[in-house]
């Protein structure tokens, strides 16, 4: 079953804030994000695994809400480079396979 | 280190001719996996493997086949192509486990069917 992500698309100035919402109706072991640029690879940002925690890395951070099954990456003080395609991926536990979401664009403008 | 290394980057075929998408890793990594990636779909997965001479259906196998002979390649082989596999293809892998591993990914195969 496919993870839901919200918003599909958002655009953004320089410096303002974003939250990316990812929501499975499964019960999740694991929740990944990762950002692709246009023609690129996707690129890993970060993991998190079953047990609530949040994560950051830089100005970007992560929650797991396992209970509500649901994840959420916030991105602060956005910069040009920030721009992207980011794509939740879910695991249950004891399992080999990653089901990823379709996507939420972001723009972010000068 | 080159990472995952996937070949070619382009292709062209045409209806039910084959070939082999390949995928090269040198990070000693026990996991692999093949995604094809399509517009508004995310990436679904093709097929896996575990290990050398251990592979397994993804969400999306049919049409494509897989084998693990060392633990350094993951080919992919589409047997009769058809214009809906039409798409990007990537190949990732990871240590020991993928729900619980970062995936590392490879640029990518973009692949046509006419």
């Known amino acids: 079953q496919q993870p839901v992500q919200s918003p599909q698309a958002v655009i953004l100035r320089e410096g303002e804030d974003a939250v990316i919402n990812c929501s499975s109706s499964?019960?999740?072991?694991?929740v990944h994000w990762y950002r692709q640029k246009h023609g690129e690879a996707p690129v890993f940002l970060m993991i998190?695994?079953?047990?609530?925690e949040q994560k950051g890395h830089d100005k970007i951070s992560a929650s797991f809400n396992e209970k509500k099954q649901q994840s959420s990456l916030y991105l602060t003080a956005s910069q040009l480079s920030y721009s992207g395609t980011y794509f939740c991926?879910?695991?249950?536990?004891?399992?080999?396979?990653?089901?990823f979401g379709a996507g939420t664009i972001l723009r972010v403008k000068s | 280190n080159a990472g995952v290394t996937q070949t070619p980057k382009f292709q062209v075929l045409k209806t039910g001719q084959s070939m082999t998408l390949q995928c090269a890793q040198d990070?000693?990594?026990?996991?692999m996996s093949w995604y094809r990636q399509d517009p508004g779909m995310g990436l679904r997965l093709i097929h896996y493997?575990?290990?050398?001479?251990?592979?397994d259906q993804g969400e999306v196998p049919n049409g494509y086949n897989v084998s693990r002979s060392t633990t350094e390649d993951f080919p992919l082989r589409l047997l009769s192509a058809a214009p809906s596999q039409t798409s990007v293809y990537f190949c990732?892998?990871?240590?020991?486990?993928?729900?619980?591993?970062?995936?590392?990914f490879g640029d990518g195969t973009r692949l046509s069917i006419l």
């Open positions: 990732a892998s990871s240590r020991q486990g993928i729900s619980n591993q970062p995936q590392h």
């Open positions: 499964k019960a999740l072991y694991s």
């Open positions: 998190l695994l079953k047990g609530g």
């Open positions: 991926g879910t695991g249950m536990e004891y399992g080999n396979k990653l089901v």
């Open positions: 990070m000693n990594h026990e996991y």
């Open positions: 493997s575990v290990g050398a001479g251990i592979t």
